[in-house]
Antibody, heavy 120, light 108 residues
């Protein structure tokens, strides 16, 4: 059974960087058949896919156009986890952030969610 | 990107009744890669249906999915008290992944 455990601050100041980590158990971040995503949910934007990282003989990343200039998703093979960094945040980035696994793009496992509020 | 429109926004029904939820895509969903999720307050979404009609592991058979191309349906044959929640469709046939706006199934 795959489990995803999220960690990171719940409050970030405007213009700063949002950073979250997702620890994986029951699978490997280096899996050749899975990918590791970040998705956020807010009342104004609904569920929004942000991006993913995956390993297929080498590492790849895909990012949503809406955040492409501000986002980085990195794997950490030594700790079997992956991270999200979102730069230059504004109040519009306030949301519940989820880490997820996908198999063939189908999202099958979700982390518990982290409410991140952008406020001074 | 594919835009998914769910209807109705809210469905008011009683336990034991049948629920029919709709999801319409702005263009054809590749390989009918359409999933349905259930979300309860304070929880992450849970996968119910994949590839339009496949039931995920552990999902009761009162949940069924159908449809193809641009029109998809989630049916709950007889609502149980634990089924009152918000339901989302999501397409994973093309990048980026996109979600519908959700249908809330509430107790009448």
């Amino acid at each position: 059974q795959v489990q995803l455990q999220q960690s990171g601050p719940g409050l970030v100041k405007p213009s700063q960087t949002l950073s979250l980590t997702c620890a994986i158990s029951g699978d490997s971040v280096s899996s050749n058949s899975a990918a590791w995503n970040w998705i956020r949910q807010s009342p104004s934007r609904g569920l929004e896919w942000l991006g993913r990282t995956y390993y297929r003989s080498k590492w790849y990343n895909d990012y949503a156009v809406s955040v492409k200039s501000r986002i980085t998703i990195n794997p950490d093979t030594s700790k079997n986890q992956f991270s999200l960094q979102l730069n230059s945040v504004t109040p519009e980035d306030t949301a519940v952030y989820y880490c997820t696994r996908d198999a063939g793009w189908l999202i099958d496992y979700w982390g518990q969610g982290t409410l991140v509020t952008v406020s001074s | 990107e594919i835009v998914l429109t769910q209807s109705p926004g809210t469905l008011s029904l009683s336990p034991g009744e049948r629920a029919t939820l709709s999801c319409r895509a702005s263009q054809s969903v590749s390989s009918n890669y359409l999933a349905w999720y259930q979300q309860k307050p304070g929880q992450a979404p849970r996968l119910l249906i994949y590839a339009a009609s496949g039931r995920a592991t552990g999902i009761p058979d009162r949940f069924s999915g159908s449809g193809s191309g641009t029109d998809f349906t989630l049916t709950i044959s007889r609502l149980e008290p634990e089924d009152f929640a918000v339901y989302y469709c999501q397409q994973y046939g093309s990048s980026p992944l996109t979600f519908g706006g959700g249908t809330k199934v509430e107790i009448k």
